[in-house]
């Protein structure tokens, strides 16, 4: 099993950054690509980012192109999401999932994920 812990979510205001970081523990040889997503009340979880084990994939969905860049650190067992230029709708609960596999095929599906956080609450204040 591999856990994932999620961390740096909190109050911005708009137009403000923030960095969450997401850390896998237990049998983490079996990371591979990772991804975020999110959701916000009411509405379904939604495709965020994601990164090859390698990093030299990576995919984002179309509204956080040039705002949010992913990456990761194999040697921490840990990736990253760096969000610029927040807005409010930007306001949501922001999930770290992982796959067992080193590549990404369905990126943005989350049936194709093995494992996930618990989620860290990002809410921008307008």
């Known amino acids: 099993q591999v856990q994932l812990v999620e961390s740096g979510g909190g109050l911005v205001q708009a137009g403000g950054s923030a960095r969450l970081s997401c850390v896998a523990s237990?049998?983490?040889?079996?990371?591979?690509?990772m991804g975020w997503f999110r959701q916000a009340p009411g509405k379904e979880r939604e495709f965020v980012a994601a990164?090859?084990?390698?990093?030299?994939?990576?995919y984002y969905a179309d509204s956080m192109k040039g705002r949010f860049t992913i990456s990761r650190d194999n040697a921490k067992n840990t990736v990253y999401l760096q969000m610029n230029s927040l807005k409010a709708e930007d306001t949501a609960i922001y999930y770290c999932?992982?796959?067992?596999?080193?590549?990404?095929?369905?990126?943005?599906?989350?049936?194709?994920?093995?494992?996930w956080g618990q989620g860290t609450q990002v809410t921008v204040s307008s």
């Open positions: 999932a992982a796959r067992e596999v080193p590549y990404l095929s369905r990126a943005g599906e989350v049936d194709e994920y093995d494992y």
């Open positions: 237990g049998r983490t040889f079996r990371t591979g690509a």
């Open positions: 990164i090859s084990r390698s990093g030299g994939s990576i």
